[in-house]
């Protein structure tokens, strides 16, 4: 049964049909067989593991400093959601589905279960991406009216929206192939062949293509109002310029210039992690090659999309600056206090000098 439903849904690329050529047990006899990772394996567990510690250190520090001049309070509850749902992913797919495969056996209800659950929490932590998206280009083109726009009701409309269209993408294809094998397994796989066809479409995007074009209109929006804004000032400001129109300008530019880095960078990550990943994908579909160097391409774009949720925090953290400053005086106040400091200031202080 679980052969004729990997036979399927066979052009996935979440599942692990694709891993069977580095499987090291298939080589040894049954009676001497043992279960052994390879170095695939290995590379999806160190991913997972990146990915929690990661995901979790983001979370902490969001909740540690919750002052305003970090982040607003919709930002944070967006990223800490986001860190949520990649420390699930990491958590309920990457480490035991990706990485630690040869220990679950024979395990039917696994080997439904996992992928289904591991597209959805993918879909779910680029949906998210979109959320912070959003909010940062209104929080540019409404500065005033920001705080009424994002109200705790909607905010959590939004967050459970987002959550039950992942638990959605999850639970349909679950639901049918429950349907399908009670009714007649072979008429199943007939028609499950356009549903899921259907299916993966839908995926495509809600993974991919949504999320890109919400992130290019998103940051190029806020390109435009930026420039807008710095030519309003330039235009306001008289031939003979202040000191303080001249520090305005200062500041307005190195804002213009922190605001449209970080966008380059965001929507640059995004693309440079999944581009790869959709482009073997789509090769894998339209085309009947399924050549070894395909075979391996697929796995190492799949390696490197699933990289994403665990540069993210780490890319997050490094540009916001107002949370590097925090981070960098905690470390210079737990060094100024610590024990070995201490004694080093001790040995090193200057005797007082006697009068």
Request: hydrophobic share 50%; with cysteine.
């Amino acid at each position: 049964m679980i052969t004729s439903i990997m036979n399927c849904s066979h052009f996935w690329l979440f599942h692990n049909d694709y891993f069977s050529c580095y499987n090291f047990n298939t080589a040894i006899p049954p009676n001497r067989r043992r279960t052994v990772l390879s170095p695939v394996h290995i590379g999806f567990i160190v991913i997972g593991v990146i990915t929690l510690i990661s995901n979790l250190t983001t979370m902490l520090i969001l909740y540690r400093f919750q002052a305003r001049y970090i982040t607003t309070w919709t930002s944070r509850c967006f990223k800490m959601s986001s860190n949520l749902v990649s420390i699930l992913f990491a958590c309920a797919y990457v480490i035991p589905y990706k990485g630690l495969l040869p220990y679950l056996g024979e395990n039917a209800t696994l080997h439904v279960l996992l992928p289904f659950i591991g597209i959805g929490l993918c879909v779910n932590i680029n949906l998210h991406i979109c959320l912070i998206a959003i909010d940062n280009f209104l929080s540019a083109a409404s500065p005033v009216r920001y705080r009424y726009i994002f109200t705790k009701g909607r905010l959590c409309i939004l967050l459970t929206l987002i959550w039950s269209i992942s638990l959605a993408v999850s639970y349909l294809p679950l639901a049918t192939l429950g349907i399908g094998i009670r009714e007649n397994l072979s008429r199943f796989q007939s028609i499950t062949t356009v549903q899921m066809s259907i299916y993966y479409s839908t995926i495509f995007i809600l993974l991919f293509l949504l999320p890109s074009v919400i992130l290019i209109a998103s940051y190029i929006k806020i390109y435009f109002i930026v420039t807008r804004s710095r030519l309003q000032l330039r235009r306001t400001t008289t031939t003979k310029m202040d000191y303080r129109s001249a520090q305005a300008i200062s500041r307005m530019n190195r804002r213009s210039t922190v605001i449209i880095r970080n966008g380059v960078l965001t929507t640059g990550t995004f693309f440079i992690f999944w581009v790869p990943f959709v482009i073997c994908y789509y090769i894998f579909l339209v085309t009947d090659n399924r050549s070894v160097v395909l075979m391996q391409a697929i796995v190492a774009a799949t390696l490197f999309a699933f990289c994403y949720p665990a540069i993210n925090p780490i890319l997050y953290l490094l540009l916001a600056s107002a949370v590097r400053h925090k981070i960098r005086d905690g470390w210079n106040l737990m060094m100024t206090i610590s024990p070995l400091t201490s004694r080093r200031s001790t040995i090193f202080r200057m005797p007082p000098v006697a009068n």
